[in-house]
């Protein structure tokens, strides 16, 4: 009744979790004390979305409901937004971890989402894709979502700090 279509629900509801993550993220963030290490920072990113099934599961569904039936100004809302929520949680971020420069926490926040959108329909498979689980033949296509993720941040951090190198 409050929307226009599905699509526009969707955003409504992928706002709301990821407010409520970046929320977290700043909580947790303001009441450490010290810097972080590459570690720590990839515990409190992967532990976070981990924690949130909801928010993975959206932001796996993010990129087609996104080609589907929305103004394109709802889309740009969006991402405006939540280009300032990870811009204000990225500067605590670099100020937190020594190994992130001046603009290199954002673009970790949105490489963790597209990573988490992947990771979670391998990591709990719907359906169809769910029929090996337990078989010990595809144990290969069985991942932990959590240790994963830890994985790809702290890869991705050691990259950046290469790089500059």
Same mark, same amino acid.
Do not use: C
């Given at each position: ?5 599905? /699509? ?7 706002? /709301?979790?990821? *407010? ?8 947790? !963030?303001?009441?450490? $004390?010290? =810097? ?8 409190? !990113? ?6 949130? =099934? +909801? ?12 080609? +589907? ?9 969006? +991402? ?7 811009? *204000? ?7 937190? &971890? $020594? &190994? !992130?420069? /001046?603009? /290199? ?19 709990d498979p719907k359906g169809?894709?769910?029929?090996e689980a337990g078989d010990?033949?595809?144990? %290969? ?5 959590? &240790? ?12 950046? %700090?290469? *790089?500059?190198?």
């Amino acid at each position: 009744m409050y929307f226009r279509s599905k /699509e526009e629900l969707f955003l409504h509801l992928l706002r /709301e979790e990821l *407010a409520e993550w970046y929320d977290a993220l700043e909580a947790e !963030l303001e009441g450490t $004390d010290g =810097p972080l290490s590459e570690s720590e920072l990839a515990e409190l !990113l992967a532990t976070g979305l981990a924690e949130r =099934p +909801q928010l993975t599961r959206f932001l796996s569904l993010e990129a087609v409901v996104l080609e +589907q039936n929305l103004d394109a100004m709802d889309v740009f809302h969006l +991402q405006r937004w939540r280009r300032d929520r990870m811009a *204000a949680v990225g500067a605590i971020l670099e100020q937190k &971890v $020594d &190994v !992130l420069e /001046e603009g /290199e926490a954002i673009r970790l926040l949105h490489r963790v989402q597209l990573l988490a959108s992947a990771l979670q329909p391998a990591a709990d498979p719907k359906g169809a894709a769910s029929y090996e689980a337990g078989d010990p033949d595809f144990e %290969v296509f069985s991942i932990d979502f959590e &240790v994963e993720l830890k994985r790809f941040v702290i890869a991705m951090l050691e990259a950046g %700090v290469k *790089a500059r190198k």
